[in-house]
């Protein structure tokens, strides 16, 4: 867009950010835009805060939210006003608008988010904190950040949210933890109180609060390392399973990078897809197994890994891969030389995506050698070998070799036939 019409657009919508003092924590401009608004849309809480303002039409959010997102955008041109709490472009709906609207159509007033004023309640800086929202969110997210000595802010969903966040940390090994409830921030109720994890019996809790924890690990605490390669006692597996040195190797072949998807075939105990998303928020992770039983202990594990997003489709390659969305990286850890398998993860990775392969097998070792003859990349041979009792003695037991073809896909698709 150049400069003349650039100077077209004007701002028709504004967020106005609001905090639990209501219309005395607003500045005159934001009060000005309310009052001059037609439309006002926020949550109920939000427009009874606001309402000796509102002269314009008052609409509450619909269910889904989406019915509101259109409805907003149907009022382009009107003066406008969306009702937030807090920061809007921090886990609110400013994020959601703005994939929807030009940032030069609209206008953001901002208040104190929740987070910035529990670290001045707490005296925490804020870069060292983890700051966390679980609202509406599996408080699972919460277990990878879990190590002593760390902060962390946490937005929970309602007034139970506290007592889950305590029973959670309790049930893994973190029940010394200092947990800080803070109600109802910025407004007359507002309610600080400290509480052990493993004694929480706070009970009135306020429905918007957020809860500090000073975490404490106990001898048993889960805690999982930021490394790749966890230690293969942490999953639940039947030894269907990417052992851990082997699974270092196969992630820092794959090359996780900013909310890439993964696809993992064959997923066994889903350790390569859980590992995979554990590297970044942003990633994202499909697991692929044909046996049911593995398929509900990898949701198992997933959940106890603190990535409940990871998405699980039972079935078996190719056929279960349709419909799924294109990947940036592929690992094939099982099954690779069925009929059909190779062929279909090739044509569907991306240009310029990453595969990785690991063969145990004759077969599979025999198919990663032919593809690696015709297409080129990487091909390693992985042999490994543990201390283990020999009689009285000590010797090494060596595990079955293996052989690991890592590819990239050109960035120009060929009509190259992928067989």
């Given at each position: ?26 500045g005159?401009?934001?009060k000005?835009r ?17 309402g ?9 959010w ?18 406008v006003?969306v ?5 809007p ?7 959601t608008?703005s994939?929807?609207?030009?940032t ?40 990878p ?30 029940g010394?933890?200092?947990?800080t ?69 196969t ?20 350790s ?11 990633l ?8 049911a ?25 190719p ?5 799924l ?13 069925v ?48 201390a ?17 073809w ?14």
């Amino acid at each position: 867009m150049d400069d003349a019409e650039t100077r077209l657009v004007a701002p028709w919508l504004t967020l106005v950010g609001l905090g639990e003092d209501g219309l005395a924590g607003l500045g005159d401009e934001a009060k000005r835009r309310i009052a001059m608004a037609e439309l006002v849309f926020g949550g109920s809480r939000h427009l009874a805060l606001a309402g000796p303002l509102i002269q314009g039409t008052a609409q509450a959010w619909l269910s889904p939210f989406s019915r509101s997102v259109e409805a907003v955008l149907a009022a382009r041109g009107r003066r406008v006003v969306v009702l937030a709490s807090g920061d809007p472009f921090l886990y609110g709906v400013g994020a959601t608008l703005s994939a929807h609207v030009d940032t030069r159509e609209m206008h953001t007033i901002p208040a104190p988010s929740a987070f910035s004023l529990a670290a001045a309640r707490l005296g925490w800086p804020l870069q060292e904190t983890t700051c966390l929202s679980l609202h509406g969110r599996p408080l699972d997210l919460l277990r990878p950040h879990l190590h002593p000595g760390r902060r962390i802010l946490a937005l929970t969903s309602d007034e139970k949210g506290p007592a889950e966040l305590a029973r959670l940390l309790s049930a893994i090994g973190f029940g010394g933890s200092r947990l800080t409830v803070l109600e109802a921030l910025g407004g007359a109720r507002e309610r600080i109180t400290r509480h052990r994890a493993a004694e929480f019996a706070l009970e009135d809790v306020a429905a918007l609060n957020l809860c500090a924890i000073e975490v404490v690990a106990g001898p048993d605490a889960r805690i999982l390392p930021f490394t790749p390669g966890l230690p293969d006692h942490l999953f639940a597996h039947d030894g269907q399973i990417t052992k851990q040195a082997v699974r270092a190797l196969t992630l820092s072949a794959l090359g996780p990078r900013h909310r890439e998807l993964l696809w993992d075939v064959g997923a066994g105990s889903g350790s390569i897809a859980i590992e995979w998303m554990l590297a970044d928020p942003s990633l994202r992770a499909v697991a692929i197994e044909a046996d049911a039983v593995r398929a509900e202990r990898i949701g198992e594990n997933a959940r106890a890994f603190g990535v409940p997003g990871l998405q699980i489709v039972p079935g078996t390659a190719p056929e279960a891969l349709g419909g799924l969305a294109r990947p940036d990286a592929i690992f094939i850890g099982g099954g690779g030389s069925v009929a059909g398998v190779m062929p279909a993860v090739l044509d569907a990775l991306r240009p310029g995506g990453r595969l990785v392969a690991n063969a145990v097998t004759l077969e599979m070792e025999r198919v990663l050698l032919d593809h690696h003859a015709r297409l080129g990349g990487a091909l390693t041979r992985i042999a490994l070998a543990s201390a283990a009792p020999v009689g009285g003695m000590t010797g090494w037991r060596p595990a079955m070799p293996i052989t690991q073809w890592v590819w990239t896909k050109p960035e120009q698709e060929t009509e190259t036939i992928w067989v």
